[in-house]
């Protein structure tokens, strides 16, 4: 079974950066799918950015592409989320998820997609 652990989370003002970490252990093949989500007080978990491990190619979603970026470190089993350019619209609890690939060997962007989540860390950007 997977277990995902987030960290990196802090305050910073409008315009800094953080990196995110998200260190997984367990049965990881069996969950290629690594997803970064956040949630804002009452507003609904979104989908930040996805990679598939080994892939190297990264989808972000239109809010912070550009500014975030996600990367993979599979000798330490740990994703990363650098991100840059924050913004008070990016306060959130931000969290990690894994999951399997769909038919045709994609990772989604929907939460339902991800069968395991990290406890989060969370991020506050202020003005």
């Known amino acids: 079974q997977v277990q995902l652990v987030e960290s990196g989370g802090a305050s910073v003002q409008a315009g800094g950066s953080l990196r995110l970490a998200c260190v997984a252990s367990?049965?990881?093949?069996?969950?290629?799918?690594m997803g970064w989500f956040r949630q804002a007080p009452e507003k609904e978990r979104e989908w930040v950015a996805r990679?598939?491990?080994?892939?190297?190619?990264?989808v972000y979603s239109d809010s912070v592409k550009g500014r975030f970026t996600l990367t993979e470190d599979n000798a330490r089993n740990t994703v990363y989320l650098q991100m840059n350019s924050l913004k008070p619209d990016d306060t959130a609890m931000y969290y990690c998820?894994?999951?399997?690939?769909?038919?045709?060997?994609?990772?989604?962007?929907?939460?339902?997609?991800?069968?395991?989540w990290g406890q989060g860390t969370h991020v506050t950007v202020s003005s």
């Open positions: 998820a894994a999951g399997p690939v769909l038919w045709g060997g994609y990772c989604s962007s929907r939460p339902d997609s991800y069968d395991t």
């Open positions: 367990g049965y990881t093949s069996s969950s290629p799918c």
């Open positions: 990679i598939k491990r080994g892939d190297g190619s990264a």
